[in-house]
C-alpha cells in the first residue's frame, strides 16, 4: 500500500470543489429518487450518467457513487414510513422500520437507518482499499455451485423471519419460490404456467411491482379497512428530533449489527450477481440469530433497521471490489460504471493497479466522499422526512397508493405490470390477514431466480452429477452454515412461542 | 366461540387453499415441454416448489386439525380471526371497494391516463374514507398525479399515458 499516494489522493478528492458539488448533487438525488418506490439506484445511475459525458474521470465517477450511496439509503425512506421499500436492496428494512414509525419513532428509525448506511459504506469503503485484491480473488472462486449455495444460505434465513408459525413461512416461501418459476424457463426458454401468447408473463412477475403490491397496495387497503372500523390511529406527528443522528445509547446498542452488517455486506457485494437485497437478508437473518431477545426482532427494534441498512450500503464498497480489481461488475450499477470508466479511456481490471494506481486511490476516496455527502444529505432532510408520517392518513393513504401505482409502471412502462402490483396486493391483503408472512415472499422472489438459475448451470457442468457440490469447501461452508441457521433458528422460536403461550396464560388467569 | 371462528381454523383453510394450488401446479408441470441433452428439465424447479409447498402446507393442515381438537381458550389459536364477510364487516366491504377501483385505474389506465385515473381514485378514496374537506381533497387529487407525472417525465424521462391530456405533455416541452 502506498500510504503517501493514498494520502495525496484523498486530497485531490476532498479539496477539489468540482468533485465535492458532483458528488454532493449525486447524493441528494440518489436519497430523493432511492426513495420513490420503483426508482432503483441503477435507475438513478443510468439516468444521470448523460450529465456526466462533459466531466473529468473523478468527478463524474463521484456524481455516479454519491447517486449510488444516496439510493441506498433513499430506499429505506419509503420502507421505513409508507411500508414500500423504494428499492429491492431496502426491502428488509421494512420488517423493523414501518413497525417504529407505527410507534411513532419515524425519526428515530430515519436516523438510525442513515448512521448505519454511513457506516455501513465507510466500512465498505475501508475494506475496499485495503483488502480488494484478496477479496476478489476469493470472489472469482465463485461458479455455479458456490453461488447455488449461497443462495440456499440465503433461503435458511425464511425460517429467521417466518415469525410464529414456521411451517405458515415455510408455505409462504415456497409459493414465493414458485411464483418465480412463472415465465419462461431461463436455460431452454420452455414456457411454464403460461403460454406464448400471454407476453406479459414472458419474463415472470416481475420484481418491483411484485414488491410494492405485496407491501404498499396491500398495506393501503388494510389502512382503510381499518379506517372505516374506527381502529386507525394518527402517529404522532409531535417525535421530537432533537439530534438528527441516533443518540450514544442507541448507537450503543446498534453498533454490533452495524459492524456485521457492514462486513457481510461487503462481501456478498464483492460476489458478481449477488447485491445489496440478498446481502439486507443475510445480515438481518444473521444479527437476529446471535440476539439475546429474537422476540422483538419485526416489532420495531433499531437492531433490525441498523443490520439491514449497514448491509446495502457495504454493498456499495463490496461491488467497486470486481469492479476495480478484475474487471467485473459486483451489481447492474458498477456494470455502469465500468461503462463510465471505458468511456473515459481507462479499463478496469489487475492492470489498473498498476498503470492506473493513483485513479484507483481517487476512486476509493471518491466512494469515501459520497458516503458522507450522503450522511449530510440525511441529516439535512431527516426532519423532512419524518413530517410525512404526521399528513392525515385519510390523504396519505390515496397519495401512496397513487404514486405505487405509478411506481409499478415505470419499471417497464407496461400497464400490466400495474395489473400484477393490484394482484399481488390483494394477495397481500389477505395473507397478512390470516397472518401468512409476507417476507419470506419477498425472499424467495430475490433468490429463487438466482438458485434455480445456478442450480441448473452447475447441474449442467457437473453432467447432471449434484454430489460433486460436496467436493466445493466454499459451497460446503455455505451449506453447513444453511443448516445451522435453520437450527438455531427453530430452536429459538419455539423457545420464543413457549414464552409467549406462558405469557398469555399468566395474563389470562390474572 | 365457535371452533369454525377461530384462527385455528382460519390455518386449516388456508392450508387447504395452498395443498389445491400447490396440487393444481404440480399437475401442470408434468405438460411442460421436455427438452433433449439436458440434465435439468424446465418442470423440475416448480416441481420441487410445489413438492416443498404442498409437504408444509399438509403439516400447517395437521398442526390446525390437532390444535381445534385439543386447543383451550387460553391458546393462542383460540382467538378470532380475522373476517371476510363483507356483508357485516363495513371495513372490508371498503378494502374490497378500493381493490375494485384499483382494478378500474388499470383497465382505464390507457385510455384516460395515469393523471385522470390518479385524480379519480385518490379522490373517491378519500370520499369514502371519510375526508370532507372538499378544496383540499380537489387539490390533492389533482396535484399529486400531476406532480408525480412532471417529475415522471421531466425528471425521469419516462413515458406515461396521458388519454385526453394529452396536450400537458406538449406545453410542458414547449416550456
Request: proline share 5%.
Amino acid at each position: 500500500m502506498n500510504w503517501s499516494l493514498l494520502a495525496s489522493s484523498y486530497g485531490a478528492v476532498f479539496g477539489n470543489v468540482q468533485v465535492l458539488l458532483m458528488t454532493f448533487l449525486g447524493a441528494l438525488g440518489g436519497v430523493l429518487l432511492g426513495a420513490i418506490p420503483g426508482m432503483t439506484a441503477t435507475m438513478g445511475v443510468a439516468l444521470l450518467i448523460p450529465f456526466s459525458f462533459g466531466m473529468d474521470l473523478i468527478p463524474s465517477i463521484g456524481l455516479l457513487l454519491g447517486i449510488y450511496c444516496g439510493g441506498m439509503y433513499g430506499g429505506s425512506i419509503s420502507a421505513i414510513l409508507i411500508h414500500a421499500p423504494g428499492t429491492p436492496a431496502a426491502a428488509a428494512t421494512l420488517l423493523d422500520g414501518y413497525p417504529m414509525c407505527q410507534k411513532g419513532q419515524a425519526g428515530k428509525a430515519l436516523s438510525v437507518a442513515m448512521f448505519s448506511s454511513f457506516v455501513g459504506g465507510v466500512i465498505g469503503a475501508l475494506i475496499m482499499t485495503f483488502l480488494s485484491p484478496i477479496i476478489a480473488d476469493m470472489a472469482m472462486n465463485f461458479g455455479p455451485g458456490e453461488m447455488f449455495m449461497l443462495a440456499v444460505f440465503g433461503l435458511s434465513v425464511i425460517v429467521a423471519i417466518s415469525g410464529k408459525s414456521i411451517a405458515k413461512g415455510l408455505v409462504s416461501a415456497f409459493f414465493g419460490m414458485l411464483l418465480c418459476t412463472v415465465g419462461l424457463d431461463p436455460t431452454n426458454g420452455i414456457p411454464r404456467f403460461i403460454t406464448y401468447k400471454q407476453t406479459g408473463l414472458l419474463e415472470g412477475f416481475q420484481f418491483i411491482p411484485t414488491l410494492i403490491g405485496l407491501f404498499a397496495v396491500a398495506e393501503v387497503i388494510a389502512g382503510v379497512e381499518r379506517i372505516i372500523r374506527g381502529e386507525e390511529k394518527q402517529e404522532s406527528s409531535h417525535e421530537k428530533i432533537t439530534n438528527v443522528l441516533p443518540d450514544w445509547q442507541t448507537i450503543k446498542q446498534i453498533w454490533p449489527n452495524i459492524l456485521s452488517g457492514g462486513i457481510i455486506g461487503t462481501f456478498i457485494g464483492a460476489i458478481p450477481g449477488a447485491g445489496g437485497d440478498i446481502a439486507v437478508f443475510v445480515s438481518y437473518g444473521f444479527n437476529k440469530s446471535l440476539s439475546k431477545h429474537p422476540e422483538l426482532w419485526g416489532t420495531g427494534i433499531p437492531n433490525g433497521v441498523a443490520s439491514t441498512e449497514s448491509a446495502n450500503n457495504g454493498c456499495s464498497g463490496g461491488a467497486m471490489i470486481p469492479l476495480l480489481s478484475l474487471g467485473v461488475p459486483g451489481d447492474s450499477v458498477t456494470a455502469i460504471l465500468l461503462g463510465a470508466f471505458i468511456m473515459k479511456g481507462i479499463q478496469p481490471g489487475p492492470m489498473m493497479y498498476i498503470s492506473e494506481l493513483p485513479t484507483v486511490y481517487k476512486v476509493f476516496a471518491a466512494l469515501m466522499l459520497a458516503n458522507l455527502a450522503m450522511l449530510v444529505v440525511g441529516c439535512l432532510g431527516v426532519r423532512f422526512f419524518a413530517k410525512i408520517v404526521s399528513v392525515e392518513k385519510k390523504m396519505l393513504y390515496p397519495i401512496i397508493l397513487v404514486i405505487s401505482l405509478l411506481g409499478a409502471f415505470s419499471i417497464n412502462k407496461n400497464v400490466f405490470d400495474v395489473g400484477v402490483c393490484v394482484v399481488f396486493g390483494i394477495i397481500g391483503w389477505l395473507m397478512n390477514k390470516y397472518e401468512f408472512p409476507l417476507s419470506p415472499i419477498l425472499l424467495a422472489l430475490i433468490l429463487g431466480p438466482m438458485c434455480e438459475k445456478n442450480f441448473v448451470r452447475y447441474m449442467n457442468i457437473q453432467r447432471g452429477n449434484f454430489f460433486a457440490i460436496f467436493t466445493s469447501p466454499i459451497a460446503m461452508v455455505f451449506l453447513v452454515v444453511a443448516v445451522a441457521t435453520i437450527l438455531f433458528s427453530i430452536y429459538k422460536q419455539s423457545k420464543i412461542n413457549k414464552r409467549e403461550a406462558a405469557h398469555k396464560a399468566a395474563q389470562k388467569a390474572q | 366461540m365457535k371452533k369454525t371462528k377461530t384462527q385455528a381454523f382460519a390455518n386449516l383453510i388456508g392450508s387447504l387453499i395452498f395443498i389445491a394450488l400447490g396440487a393444481w401446479a404440480l399437475t401442470q408441470t408434468y405438460s411442460f415441454q421436455e427438452v433433449k441433452n439436458t440434465y435439468v428439465q424446465a418442470a423440475v424447479f416448480p416441481q420441487i416448489m410445489c413438492v416443498g409447498m404442498l409437504i408444509f402446507a399438509i403439516i400447517l393442515l395437521i398442526q390446525s386439525i390437532i390444535k381445534l381438537m385439543t386447543m383451550d381458550e387460553n391458546d393462542p389459536l383460540a382467538e378470532p380471526a380475522a373476517s371476510i364477510n363483507f356483508i357485516k364487516d363495513r371495513g372490508v366491504l371498503a378494502a374490497l371497494f378500493v381493490m375494485l377501483l384499483c382494478v378500474l385505474f388499470v383497465m382505464f389506465f390507457k385510455s384516460l391516463g395515469y393523471v385522470i385515473c390518479g385524480a379519480v381514485l385518490c379522490f373517491v378514496i378519500m370520499v369514502l374514507i371519510g375526508k370532507r374537506n372538499w378544496l383540499q381533497m380537489a387539490l390533492v387529487s389533482i396535484l399529486v398525479p400531476l406532480g408525480m407525472w412532471l417529475v415522471f417525465y421531466k425528471v425521469l424521462t419516462v413515458n406515461i399515458p396521458m388519454g385526453p391530456l394529452q396536450f400537458l405533455r406538449d406545453l410542458v416541452d414547449m416550456i
